[in-house]
């Protein structure tokens, strides 16, 4: 009997095996956390906490009951909120006056740290270790009366004392991401580059894929995936090679 | 005398004419000149708005902002909604559905829950199911209405709200629009 019984154990923990290894569909359980977004992202979810960035104000929504969220906390801040970036216990939102850095230890009531307006910054940042990556794209509303559009390094290891280590001109930057010593920027109608930031405070251009055009772009574990007027596209990248194209996904009229 | 002041009366008024018909064509301080293409609003009654449902897979046309959850990618579809895709393989990613969700611009994934704008809403869907999206939960005018398009540098029709609500931007060929940002 016992035998019996211990036979049938293990078949049943075999099939069960069975039917996870040969389930090879993407998988949405329940209890998995919540998923990576782009920098352009107004949306980020952070633990119980779901963060939306509207355009004068940063609101939290508690979703400890995920299916029915509750208003509560928001921040008053100047017009013109853009992006939002979550890293390691703090919240990089960038705004048409500068970019913001708040403490999120506590998710539901996000404390503002420093404001950096040495950046008049309409566009999206990104961050990794001590530095920030911003790209500003020029325009009235941005740069008042100037027309450059720019890549900033960051530094921010002193989260209230934000301080500009490097800038370049880019073309006319929109999303960007970060990973190991590569930057990914999306320049629009001008393609996506590659740069090198084996030295984070001196980005390197290393490859411009000019026919890429480029609007949102997220590294996710050596594949690159980019939206753009042209479509979508996934590369592979590993560090000190050019990409390579895995799959496009073309746009159609 | 009256002759030469009659000609600077009609060369002043002449003057004027050029001065605003140029006016017409010079761009606003530090923006582009106008080039002939601007954006016109999408307007949507509030009821059509509220129509969120799973479709069949579609071509992208406009994509947006991007997403990933596992294995599953979520593409936005500027102002219409989000095509879903099993991108186990990135080589061959599969699309799986196209949940229109009009207003859309940005989402956000957590479990099941898929926590997406749908125009001036708020709203929660499950896609535990992802071929038969469920609406799950629907915050009402959580976001502010859209005066202006996601873009900078651009010149646009100036939005009247008597048309219904804006869900979204579309490039088209006019006559220089009063608005810019």
Same mark, same amino acid.
């Given at each position: 009997?016992?035998? +019996?019984?211990?036979?049938?154990?293990?078949?049943?923990?075999?099939?069960?095996?069975?039917?996870?290894?040969?389930?090879?569909?993407?998988?949405?359980?329940?209890?998995?956390?919540?998923?990576? =977004?782009?920098?352009?992202?107004?949306?980020?979810?952070?633990?119980?906490?779901?963060?939306?960035?509207?355009?004068? #104000?940063?609101?939290?929504?508690?979703?400890?009951?995920?299916?029915?969220? +509750?208003?509560?906390?928001?921040?008053?801040?100047?017009?013109?909120?853009?992006?939002?970036?979550?890293?390691?216990?703090?919240?990089?939102?960038?705004?048409?006056?500068?970019?913001?850095?708040?403490?999120?230890?506590?998710?539901?009531?996000?404390?503002?740290?420093?404001?950096?307006?040495?950046?008049?910054?309409?566009?999206?940042?990104?961050?990794?270790?001590?530095?920030?990556?911003?790209?500003?794209?020029?325009?009235?509303?941005?740069?008042?009366?100037?027309?450059?559009? %720019?890549?900033?390094?960051?530094?921010?290891?002193?989260? #209230?004392?934000?301080?500009? +280590?490097?800038?370049?001109?880019? !073309?006319?930057?929109? =999303?960007?991401?970060?990973?190991?010593?590569?930057?990914?920027?999306?320049?629009?109608?001008? =393609?996506?580059?590659?740069?090198?930031?084996? #030295?984070?405070?001196?980005?390197?251009? #290393? !490859?411009?894929?000019?026919?890429?055009?480029?609007?949102? +772009?997220?590294?996710? %574990?050596?594949?690159?995936?980019?939206?753009?007027?042209?479509?979508?596209?996934?590369?592979?990248?590993?560090?000190?090679?050019?990409?390579?194209?895995?799959?496009?996904? %073309?746009? !159609?009229? | /005398?009256?002759?030469? $002041?009659?000609?600077?009366?009609?060369?002043?008024?002449?003057?004027?004419?050029?001065? @605003?018909?140029? @006016?017409?064509?010079?761009?606003?301080?530090?923006?582009?000149?106008?080039?002939?293409?601007?954006?016109?609003?999408?307007?949507?009654?509030?009821?059509? /708005?509220?129509?969120? @449902?799973?479709?069949?897979?579609?071509?992208?046309?406009?994509?947006?902002?991007?997403?990933?959850?596992?294995? &599953?990618? $979520?593409?936005?579809? *500027?102002?219409?909604?989000?095509?879903?895709?099993?991108?186990?393989?990135?080589?061959?990613? *599969?699309?799986? @559905? $196209?949940?229109?969700?009009?207003?859309?611009?940005?989402?956000?994934?957590?479990?099941?829950?898929? &926590?997406?704008?749908?125009?001036?809403?708020?709203?929660?869907?499950?896609?535990?199911?992802?071929?038969?999206?469920?609406?799950?939960?629907?915050?009402?005018?959580?976001?502010?209405? *859209?005066? &202006?398009?996601?873009?900078?540098?651009?010149?646009?029709?100036?939005?009247?709200?008597?048309?219904?609500?804006?869900?979204?931007?579309?490039?088209?060929? /006019?006559?220089?629009?009063?608005?810019?940002?």
């Amino acid at each position: 009997m016992k035998k +019996v019984l211990y036979a049938t154990f293990v078949a049943a923990i075999w099939s069960l095996v069975l039917a996870c290894s040969t389930d090879k569909s993407a998988d949405i359980s329940p209890n998995s956390q919540s998923g990576v =977004g782009g920098s352009m992202a107004r949306f980020a979810i952070v633990g119980n906490a779901l963060y939306c960035v509207l355009p004068d #104000k940063l609101q939290v929504y508690d979703i400890s009951a995920p299916d029915s969220p +509750v208003a509560k906390n928001y921040v008053m801040l100047n017009v013109g909120l853009e992006t939002i970036f979550p890293y390691k216990d703090n919240l990089f939102i960038g705004a048409s006056d500068g970019m913001y850095i708040f403490d999120n230890r506590q998710p539901n009531s996000p404390l503002l740290l420093s404001r950096y307006t040495h950046v008049q910054s309409c566009d999206p940042v990104v961050v990794q270790e001590k530095y920030a990556y911003v790209t500003l794209r020029g325009g009235v509303n941005c740069r008042q009366f100037i027309s450059l559009s %720019s890549l900033d390094v960051v530094d921010v290891s002193d989260l #209230k004392n934000p301080r500009l +280590v490097h800038t370049q001109p880019m !073309e006319s930057p929109y =999303g960007l991401g970060v990973d190991g010593t590569q930057l990914f920027v999306c320049e629009g109608d001008n =393609g996506l580059k590659v740069f090198d930031i084996s #030295k984070p405070e001196q980005p390197v251009l #290393k !490859e411009t894929l000019k026919d890429v055009k480029s609007f949102d +772009v997220v590294p996710l %574990s050596k594949t690159l995936l980019v939206t753009g007027d042209g479509g979508f596209y996934q590369y592979r990248y590993q560090k000190g090679e050019k990409l390579e194209l895995l799959s496009k996904i %073309s746009i !159609e009229p | /005398m009256k002759l030469s $002041f009659i000609l600077l009366i009609i060369s002043l008024f002449v003057l004027m004419g050029c001065i @605003s018909e140029v @006016s017409d064509d010079v761009a606003p301080p530090g923006a582009p000149v106008f080039k002939g293409e601007g954006y016109r609003p999408v307007y949507l009654s509030i009821d059509e /708005m509220r129509k969120v @449902s799973t479709e069949a897979p579609q071509a992208l046309r406009r994509p947006g902002k991007i997403y990933v959850k596992g294995s &599953y990618l $979520f593409i936005n579809e *500027q102002g219409k909604g989000v095509h879903l895709l099993n991108n186990a393989d990135p080589a061959a990613p *599969q699309k799986i @559905s $196209f949940i229109k969700i009009p207003g859309n611009v940005d989402i956000a994934v957590k479990g099941n829950l898929m &926590y997406a704008d749908n125009g001036r809403d708020f709203v929660v869907l499950n896609i535990a199911d992802p071929t038969n999206v469920r609406l799950v939960k629907r915050i009402e005018n959580a976001f502010p209405a *859209q005066s &202006y398009p996601p873009y900078l540098n651009a010149y646009f029709e100036c939005v009247d709200e008597t048309k219904g609500m804006v869900v979204g931007w579309e490039k088209v060929t /006019m006559k220089r629009p009063k608005c810019f940002r």
